[in-house]
């Protein structure tokens, strides 16, 4: 069964637009130098990478991208999100700052934005990549589709970005919950601008029970030593546990003031040991996952009746069963 897209023209989702919001903001120092016509000089060397990881949002990217960049053969972007290939975002920068993002001495160099699977929202994304990088290899995380819409909500909560009752979230037409809970509607022009063979799919149950075996698979599809280990696949980032805290609001509206702008964009860019420090101090990811709301019956299965269809398509793409149950 075909994937239900959203229709065209559907309403804006009003807290997926404010986190849109915030990632442009992350780079709007850029954006000014670039209008001056600084770009051949602001943007410092560097070479187009070879690795995206396109999402999904809320299915573990932060903590697959620290895993990544662990391995000596592979060097993933600082910051994490540059958002480059939305054409509303960081697009009109150019190749050259793009590229300036990256080792050119890493065989393999990557970056991580769950805005290139946020249709229809951002369209054309995958066009734009394959224009620039013919060759890159793509990852698309996934999760079970409701627990991921659960854990956005709870994301958006904890930020600020979201005021209404979720059942009104999920009612409202446009709304991001579900749209991006359609993993095999997000993934479809990718696999027709790559192929299925430049694109693995992951779940984040598989990378939260078997991480060993996981990362061994992703680096055998990268290309480079499948044998790497690391005591730091143990860490978990961004759990959700903290989006249910003070802590995490407190930083997250924080770091949205002029003042502490430079701050958030530039965490990445921080030393491991000083980044782990402030994510455990915001996230807390010892305490596990935050409890999530509950979906009345009636709601779930109108949602998991949503969701069902794009799913048996993914898992048709795929080749596989992922175990959820809709």
Known sequence: MAPQAPAAGAARDPADEAMVARAHERFASDRRRARRRLRRRAWGAGA???????????????????????????????????????????????PAWYASHFDPGAPVRGETSPH??????????????????????????????????????VHNVGGGYERRPLADALAA???????????????????????????????????????????????????????????????????????????????????????????????????ESLRWLVERMVHDPERGEAPKPELPAGLRDRVAGELRGDVERLEELCGRSFGWAL
Request: aromatic share 12%; charged share 25%.
């Open 116 to 153: 290139y699977t946020n249709r229809p929202r951002f369209e054309g994304v995958a066009e734009r990549m394959r224009s620039l990088l013919p060759d890159a290899r793509l990852v698309y995380v996934v999760r079970d589709p409701i627990d991921r819409i659960l854990s956005h909500y």
């Open 48 to 94: 187009l990478p070879n690795l995206i990881v396109i999402g999904g949002l809320k299915c573990g990217t932060t903590s697959l991208h620290h895993y990544l960049n662990l391995h000596p053969e592979i060097a993933m972007s600082r910051p994490k999100e540059l958002n480059f290939f939305v054409a509303e975002l960081n697009w009109p920068l150019g």
């Open 173 to 271: 037409p446009g709304n991001s919950y579900l749209a991006r809970s359609r993993y095999a509607y997000q993934l479809e022009p990718f696999l027709a601008a790559y192929g299925r063979e430049r694109v693995a799919v992951v779940s984040r149950e598989e990378l939260k029970g078997d991480r060993a075996g996981t990362m061994r698979r992703l680096f055998a599809f990268l290309g480079v030593d499948a044998d790497f280990r690391s005591e730091q696949f143990e860490r978990e980032w961004e759990t959700g546990s903290g989006k249910a805290t003070g802590g995490f609001r407190i930083m997250d509206r924080a770091v949205r003031l002029p003042g502490l702008r430079a701050f958030d964009r530039n965490f990445d860019r921080l030393p």
